[in-house]
Nanobody
Framework: QVQLVESGGGLVQAGGSLRLSCAAS????????MGWFRQAPGKEREFVAAITWRGLNTYYTDSVKDRFTISRDNAKNTVYLQMNSLKPEDTAVYHC?????????????????WGQGTQVTVSS
């Protein structure tokens, strides 16, 4: 089992920045694929970003490319999501997810472990 705990959410004005963290505990963090998803009220859970085990490959949904950066520190069992130039449409609960292999995917049900989420609210 892997436990995931997100932190770093909050209220920010449009154009601002936030850095989300996801701390993993339990089984070894590697070689898990790690991802971030988000869910806005009344909408389906949406893929945001993913990063492979050694951080060599990253993936982003088009709407966050050039604004968000995913990274990981395997020594600290932590994955990060740096969010810059935030927009009101980025408002959502952001969830960290882990897949128990290193094959990249943007599909939520292919991830095995999930955190409870952290709220990000961007005001206009």
């Amino acid at each position: 089992q892997v436990q995931l705990v997100e932190s770093g959410g909050g209220l920010v004005q449009a154009g601002g920045s936030l850095r989300l963290s996801c701390a993993a505990s339990g089984r070894t963090f590697s070689p898990y694929l790690m991802g971030w998803f988000r869910q806005a009220p009344g909408k389906e859970r949406e893929f945001v970003a993913a990063i492979t085990w050694r951080g060599l490959n990253t993936y982003y949904t088009d709407s966050v490319k050039d604004r968000f950066t995913i990274s990981r520190d395997n020594a600290k069992n932590t994955v990060y999501l740096q969010m810059n130039s935030l927009k009101p449409e980025d408002t959502a609960v952001y969830h960290c997810a882990a897949r128990n292999n290193n094959r990249a995917t943007t599909v939520a049900y292919e991830y095995n472990y999930w955190g409870q989420g952290t709220q990000v609210t961007v005001s206009s």
